[in-house]
């Protein structure tokens, strides 16, 4: 654009110009043709503005489709493009990269500080299905409304499989009992031969055998959690520090980045609605993120003939009604509905599937909510169960009357 004109004037010769631009005199020649038939249009290309007939992708529609999922990483919105935006096509990460880093978008773990970590010798991962699965639980904002619940989670330790999430209001027992019934369900009856979890009072007693316990020759209490292991056959093993339990861990970082923005996109703001959702979340999952074991022999274990996994599966806590029938569950008061209820020892069993019942004897009785519940100061009743009585035994929670629910 500088020396054509120029030329063209008759300010420099064609060699000059030609040695000046880089290009051959016969090149100079044809470019001054040019210029005085067509002008300075010469120098734009033909096909600047034109949309290339090979181009797949919209980069603008890329940028206004991550907008729904705003926040969540590349990566993980180019598999929202194919589930929930259906996509026919997807784009490669370049592909995004280049559309959204185009439009100023910085990836969310662009931000992630790296700093050096402790190095902690890597452990082998079990070479069969079923040999080994981790567990545990995060509490998050899983509904990017300001309120954390919990995710417990279950994972295959040699394939990478996610074979059981559950959301509760918080991390308990009642939610590892859900997990280990999924586990259940999802291979066809069948449990692991260990689980690998930390040292939360959930799984483990965390304190010293008390002066009873060390006169009846234990050395330490067992959890209810233990106890149902033993019976299942289950090999506990506990870690000592998260990075024990990396496979885990590292869910938690893929979920979190994933499923918030899911549930935004799909209005999903409960616990109950989230819950409905996952069972066919983890098939897509599994479908993308497992692995093959090192040796193909499945190792699920058949659980021990002849046992009650409804009871083994609930929450317990030994009660005794008084005189009319009544017993006290964290401060409240319920009715044990049976033809002879006083004064009666049994099993009270806490389960998502199924409520409170009284077990006696091998066999299931209704109990009935005595009197409405309430939030107060100092109340022991764990978010978790308490909910579960508000679905089980509310009619209405508004009506300030306590019903059984029928069925």
């Not at 009642?174 to 291979?187: D, H, I, N, P």
Request: glycine residues 6%; aromatic residues 12%; proline residues 4%.
């Amino acid at each position: 654009m500088q020396y054509i004109p120029m030329c063209c004037a008759g300010k420099i010769s064609v060699r000059k110009a030609a040695k000046a631009i880089g290009i051959a005199p016969y090149s100079v020649t044809r470019l001054k043709n040019r210029y005085r038939k067509y002008g300075d249009s010469i120098f734009i290309h033909g096909n600047t503005g034109r949309t290339p007939k090979n181009k797949q992708y919209d980069s603008a529609k890329i940028v206004a489709d991550y907008e729904q999922f705003n926040g969540t990483p590349f990566a993980s919105f180019r598999d929202d493009c194919a589930d929930y935006l259906h996509y026919k096509k997807v784009p490669s990460y370049a592909t995004v990269y280049n559309a959204l880093s185009g439009a100023g978008i910085v990836s969310p773990r662009a931000r992630i500080p790296v700093r050096e970590k402790k190095l902690h010798l890597p452990r082998s991962e079990r070479p069969n299905e079923g040999d080994l699965i981790q567990i545990d639980g995060s509490s998050h904002d899983w509904f990017m409304n300001g309120h954390k619940v919990c995710l417990h989670g279950a994972i295959d330790d040699a394939t990478h499989k996610v074979v059981a999430l559950y959301f509760c209001e918080n991390e308990c027992l009642l939610g590892y009992y859900q997990l280990l019934y999924q586990v259940f369900e999802r291979t066809g009856g069948k449990l692991p031969r260990a689980i690998y979890s930390d040292r939360s009072s959930c799984f483990f007693v965390n304190r010293g055998a008390t002066l009873e316990e060390q006169l009846a020759g234990a050395e330490k209490a067992q959890t209810q959690w233990q106890k149902t292991c033993q019976e299942l056959n289950i090999e506990l093993i506990a870690a000592y520090s998260p990075q024990a339990k990396g496979r885990i861990e590292r869910l938690w970082q893929t979920l979190q980045g994933r499923l918030p923005y899911i549930f935004r996109f799909l209005k999903i703001d409960t616990i109950e609605k989230a819950n409905a959702f996952l069972a066919d979340f983890v098939e897509g999952f599994n479908a993308r993120f497992s692995v093959s074991a090192q040796d193909s022999e499945l190792h699920w274990q058949n659980p021990p003939a002849v046992k009650d996994f409804d009871f083994l599966f609930s929450v317990r806590a030994e009660k005794k009604t008084r005189a009319n029938g009544s017993f006290i569950y964290h401060g409240y008061k319920f009715n044990l509905l049976t033809a002879r209820a006083a004064c009666v020892s049994f099993t009270l069993c806490l389960s998502e599937r199924y409520g409170l019942r009284a077990y006696i004897g091998g066999k299931y009785y209704p109990v009935e909510l005595a009197e409405p519940l309430c939030d107060i100061v100092g109340d022991s009743m764990p978010a978790v169960e308490k909910d579960l009585i508000y679905r089980y035994f509310y009619a209405d929670k508004h009506s300030g009357r306590a019903t059984v629910r029928a069925g």
